[in-house]
C-alpha cells in the first residue's frame, strides 16, 4: 500500500454525514518546509475552511510533501501556492480538491463531486490563486489597485487609453501584460465556473504578491471593454499592438464567468441553479482533463431536474455520459439546440495554399463520440471555420425561431444505444446547392458568393399564372443573374409546396439575412430590401451602388450607414461557412456547406429550426441546421396542427427518423 492510499484510509468519509477532509497549513516562513496535516468534518456543521480554486497544471515533476507525516506527491504549482498562501503566526484550514478528495478513488469521487457546491458556498473565504506574478501581471494587478483607490472612470475615446490612462504602459507593454493576463491558465478550467459562481463572499484572486477581489477585477475589466468599445466604433486601429489588444478584450471567458456571477447573485437562481443548457453554453470553451469533468464541473450549479437524471458516476465510460446528457437535454429539457452546436470541426483537405484541396473541407466529429447527434462535450471546437449558430445553447426555446410552433421532441418508445430515433416530418430532398462563400488566396480570408448563391435560389422560383402561359418553366430554370434577367424576376414567385407564396426577390433577400436584422429577435426590416438591391448592384460592379431609404423607415436616432453595416454584418454571420440550397419540391434556404444534393431537409419535433440529414442504409447521419424561407416560423405546420387530435397537442405528426 503506498502512502497516498495509506492517507486516506485512516481518514474514512461518510458520505451520509456529508464528511469533507480539509488541510492544515502550519504557520512558518519561506524558507521553511510546508508542515501539513489532514482532518475530517461534516458539512452539517458549518465548519471555517477556505476553499482554494487554482488550475491543476503539469502532473510532472512534482513536489514531494508531508502531509500528516506521510510523504505525498503535489504539483510544483500547488506547492507554490502553499508557501505563498502559509502564515507566520497562524495555521490555516483550506479545502483543496487535489488533496482532500482521493483522485484514485471513483467511489470516493462519486460521494465528493456532488458535494461540491455546498463546499464553495459554505467556505468561510473564496482564494483563487492565478500563479506566479511577471511584469505583465504585475501592471495588470497594479492598475487594477489604482482603480479602485483612485474610484479611477475614463470616458472611452480610443484604445490607446488602456495603456496611457489605464496601465500607464506603452503600447507594446499593454499588449504583452492583456496577453498573460488572458492566457493565465485559470481562465479555461471547467471547475473553476462553479468555485467563481457560488461563494457568498467575494473571491479574492491572488497573482504572486497581489491580491484583489473578483468586484475590483470585474470594475477594472469592465472599464477596458468600453475603451474597447470606442474601438469598435471609431479606431482605425494602425498600430499592431492596438490590433491584437483589441481582440484580446474580446475575452469571451471572462464575460461568461462574470455573467454567471452576476445571475447566482440572485437568491431564486443561488437557491435553484439553472439549465444544463446555459451551464454547457457558459463552459464550452472550458477544459477538463477528464473529460467527464466537462459534465460534472457544471452540475453543482445546475438545477434538480439535471442532477435528478444525470448522476455523478466516474466508472460511466465517456461517451455513455455524453449520450446520457445529450438525451437529457433533448428529452428533458425539450431542446434540439444541442443539434445545431455540434462537437465537429471543418478541416481543410491539405495544407498546401497552391493545391486544390487546400479551398476543400472535410467534416470532423469530436473523438470521444461515433454519432453524429452526440455532443462531444469535452471536444473544444476550432473557431476558424464555423458559422454562428442559428440557435444557441443558450436560448430559450422559440427565442429566435419556431418552425416547429412549440411541439415537444417526440422519442421513438424503442431508444437503441447511440441511435436518436425522433418524430419529424420532411421538407423536401435537396436538388440544387452551392457554397455561399468562397476563399481567394493571398487576399481577405472570404468573399460573398452572391451571384451563385442567388441564382440557386432564383431558379426555385416559379411563374406566376398570369405569365406561365407566355413562358414555359424551363427557361425559368435556367435563369441566372444578368442585367436582363430582372425582367424575368418580377414574374417568379416563391411558393414551395406546403408554404407561403411571396415574391421570389423577398424570398431570396429574407433567406440572405435570415430573416433577422443585427441586434433584434423580430423579423427583418423591410427597408432591408433596399440594401439588399445595393448589394447585387455593387455585385454586378458597379462601384457606387444607389442605397435610398427613406428616414422615416429607420429607427429615430440613427442613420442609413450604421443599418446597412448591420444588414452587411447579417449578411455576413448568415452565409459564411454555409450552402445555398433548393429542394426538387420549390424551398430555398441556407445550410451547412458540407451538405449535398440527395440529403433530406427535415423537421424534427421540438425543433426551432430545420436541420439537414443525409440518408444511409439504416437510417440518417446528422450533417446540420439550416434556415429554411418561409417556415422558420411555423408556417408549414399550421395547417397540420390545426387538425391534429386533442390527445397530441404537442405533436408532429410524420414519420420517425433515427440519427445514427
Known sequence: MNSQTDLYDTI????????????????????????????????????????????????????????SNRPIPISRHLHKCLVSLRREDSPLTLWIDAICINQSSNQEKNTQVPLMRDIYKGATEVLIWLGESTAGLDRVFNSIQRVIEHNIEIEPKGISQVAEELLKASPD????????????????????????????Q??????????????????????????NQAVIQHSTLTLPAWRNLHHLLNFRVLDKLALLRQLFGNPNVFKNGLRLSALIFMSEESLATNPRDKIYGVMGLANASANEKIVVDYDKSVEDLYEET?????????????????????????????????????????????SSWIRDFGYIRGATHRPDPLVRDLDSRCLRYNASLNTIPTACP???????????????????????????????????????????????????LEVEKDFSSEPFRNTEMTADSEVKEVHLVYSPEGGPTKPIREAIWRTFVGDKSLDTLDHAPGYFEVFFEGLLDAERGNPSPKISVSDDALPPGSDVIEHWQSFLHRVHMMIYRRAAFSTENGWIGLGPDMMRNGDVVVLLSGGDV????????????????????????????????????????????????HIR
Open 12 to 67: 474514512i468519509l461518510e458520505p451520509r454525514k456529508r464528511e469533507i477532509r480539509v488541510i492544515h497549513i502550519g504557520s512558518g516562513t519561506n524558507n521553511d518546509p510546508l508542515k501539513l496535516s489532514l482532518s475530517r468534518v461534516s458539512l452539517d456543521d458549518n465548519p471555517d475552511y477556505t476553499a482554494l480554486s487554482y488550475c491543476w497544471g503539469p502532473q510532472v515533476n512534482l513536489e514531494q510533501v508531508e502531509i
Open 173 to 200: 507593454e499593454t499588449e504583452q501584460a492583456f496577453t498573460e493576463f488572458v492566457n493565465i491558465p485559470w481562465f479555461r478550467r471547467t471547475w473553476i465556473i462553479q468555485e467563481l459562481a457560488l461563494p457568498r
Open 202 to 227: 467575494d473571491p479574492i484572486f491572488l497573482c504572486g504578491k497581489h491580491r484583489a477581489p473578483w468586484t475590483h477585477v470585474k470594475r477594472w475589466w469592465d472599464i477596458a471593454k468600453s475603451l
Open 326 to 370: 445529450s438525451r437529457y437535454l433533448i428529452f428533458e429539457e425539450r431542446t434540439l439546440s444541442i443539434l445545431s452546436n455540434q462537437s465537429v470541426d471543418i478541416t481543410r483537405n491539405s495544407t498546401d495554399e497552391e493545391a486544390e484541396a487546400y479551398h476543400e473541407f472535410t467534416l470532423t466529429w469530436g473523438p470521444n463520440v461515433k
Open 414 to 464: 424503442d431508444q437503441k444505444k447511440n441511435v436518436l430515433s425522433i418524430a419529424g416530418t420532411k421538407v423536401g430532398v435537396v436538388k440544387d446547392h452551392v457554397r455561399a462563400w468562397y476563399e481567394y488566396r493571398g487576399k481577405i480570408q472570404w468573399f460573398r458568393n452572391t451571384n451563385e448563391a442567388f441564382n440557386v435560389f432564383l431558379r426555385a422560383g416559379r411563374p406566376t
Open 610 to 657: 430545420p436541420f439537414v440529414l443525409r440518408p444511409t442504409q439504416d437510417g440518417h447521419t446528422l450533417i446540420g441546421e439550416c434556415y429554411v424561407e418561409g417556415m422558420m416560423y411555423g408556417e408549414m405546420l399550421k395547417a397540420q396542427l390545426e387538425t391534429r387530435a386533442a390527445s397530441e397537442p404537442n405533436s408532429i405528426r410524420g414519420e420517425m427518423f
